[in-house]
């Protein structure tokens, strides 16, 4: 069996872990039987989902993205493909995965680019839904696990609505298209004038109330959240989901309480974070 280089999983590591993020941070938690196979699928997630937000015609996205709905299906000759997807191939993750829930990142992709701004939180929501659904489906394809429609829906919207405040943390670039108008009409402020940082006292205020909106989403996907498991999975089914879930949850508990200090400070991960996440993996066995 061909084994996955160096080099390739260096490539991987770039895509899904740029420095500070989550998933740098909950991979150390990661089983070693599993990590090759995550870490490609979070670089194809962040390799496809960068598309729509980066600083080129529509033309060039629409053909990077004809591109990768090529790649996806394409038969798996390994001398020639993609290192995302060479290393989606070599650690088993590819056969667990289906063609229409791969191209699903590709449509979840095209919605983004120039999209419009939602009229409020209701709206938000099943934006945010649809999104987000498509990464947790994949994740809990390579668990062998699904979970109940119902808890989907408010998890794929409170993950993904963490992922857009996360956007707001110091030195990233905001996602203030993403913001709800009713919000912006609430404070008197335009998306253009929050990324100009006019306004940073109106955004610490607006981060404050998504991440309330982004934290009841959280407990009610969780309430009553089962995990149905398909066999042959050694370890714990959707534990790292869960340990994702945990953090961000537990970082929008901080913003909503202040979130100026966010804004200022950034989004770091230390000692106290990886001492939650070993107490709360613990929990889970």
């Given at each position: 069996?061909?084994?996955v280089s160096p080099v390739e999983l260096e490539y991987c590591s770039d895509l899904a872990m740029p420095p500070g993020s989550l998933f740098e941070f909950t991979?150390?938690?990661?089983?070693?039987?599993?990590?090759?196979?995550?870490?490609?699928?979070?670089?194809?997630?962040?390799?496809?989902?960068?598309?729509?937000?980066?600083?080129?015609?529509?033309?060039?996205?629409?053909?990077?993205?004809?591109?990768?709905?090529?790649e996806l299906v394409a038969e798996p000759d390994l001398s020639s493909r993609h290192p995302v997807l060479r290393v989606l191939w070599l650690s088993g993750a590819?056969?667990?995965?289906?063609?229409?829930?791969?191209?699903?990142?590709?449509?979840?992709?095209?919605?983004?680019?120039?999209?419009?701004?939602?009229?409020?939180?209701?709206?938000?929501?099943?934006?945010?839904?649809?999104?987000?659904?498509?990464?947790?489906?994949?994740?809990?394809?390579?668990?062998?696990?699904?979970?109940?429609?119902?808890?989907?829906?408010?998890?794929?919207?409170?993950?993904?609505?963490?992922?857009?405040?996360?956007?707001?943390?110091?030195?990233?670039?905001?996602?203030?298209?993403?913001?709800?108008?009713?919000?912006?009409?609430?404070?008197?402020?335009s998306a253009a004038q929050l990324q100009q940082k006019l306004y940073p006292d109106k955004l610490a205020r607006i981060l404050a109330q998504l991440a309330g909106?982004?934290?009841?989403?959280?407990?009610?996907?969780?309430?009553?959240?089962?995990?149905?498991?398909?066999?042959?999975?050694?370890?714990?089914?959707?534990?790292?989901?869960?340990?994702?879930?945990?953090?961000?949850?537990?970082?929008?508990?901080?913003?909503?309480?202040?979130?100026?200090?966010?804004?200022?400070?950034?989004?770091?991960?230390?000692?106290?974070?990886?001492?939650?996440?070993?107490?709360?993996?613990?929990?889970?066995?």
């Amino acid at each position: 069996m061909v084994a996955v280089s160096p080099v390739e999983l260096e490539y991987c590591s770039d895509l899904a872990m740029p420095p500070g993020s989550l998933f740098e941070f909950t991979s150390r938690f990661l089983p070693a039987d599993r990590r090759e196979s995550l870490l490609a699928l979070y670089a194809l997630m962040q390799a496809i989902g960068k598309i729509p937000q980066s600083p080129v015609d529509d033309s060039v996205k629409w053909a990077k993205l004809k591109w990768w709905s090529e790649e996806l299906v394409a038969e798996p000759d390994l001398s020639s493909r993609h290192p995302v997807l060479r290393v989606l191939w070599l650690s088993g993750a590819r056969s667990h995965l289906n063609n229409d829930l791969l191209l699903r990142l590709l449509s979840d992709a095209v919605k983004q680019i120039d999209i419009a701004p939602d009229c409020d939180e209701n709206a938000m929501f099943e934006r945010l839904t649809g999104l987000g659904s498509t990464e947790i489906q994949l994740e809990l394809a390579l668990d062998k696990t699904e979970i109940d429609t119902r808890n989907l829906s408010f998890l794929a919207a409170a993950s993904r609505l963490s992922q857009i405040i996360a956007s707001f943390s110091a030195h990233q670039q905001f996602e203030t298209g993403q913001l709800p108008m009713n919000v912006l009409a609430k404070y008197n402020v335009s998306a253009a004038q929050l990324q100009q940082k006019l306004y940073p006292d109106k955004l610490a205020r607006i981060l404050a109330q998504l991440a309330g909106y982004g934290l009841d989403w959280f407990s009610k996907g969780m309430s009553g959240l089962k995990v149905i498991q398909d066999t042959g999975v050694q370890s714990p089914p959707g534990s790292h989901l869960k340990l994702r879930w945990a953090m961000e949850r537990r970082r929008l508990s901080l913003i909503r309480k202040d979130a100026g200090r966010f804004l200022d400070e950034g989004e770091r991960y230390g000692p106290a974070d990886a001492w939650f996440a070993w107490r709360f993996l613990r929990r889970l066995k």
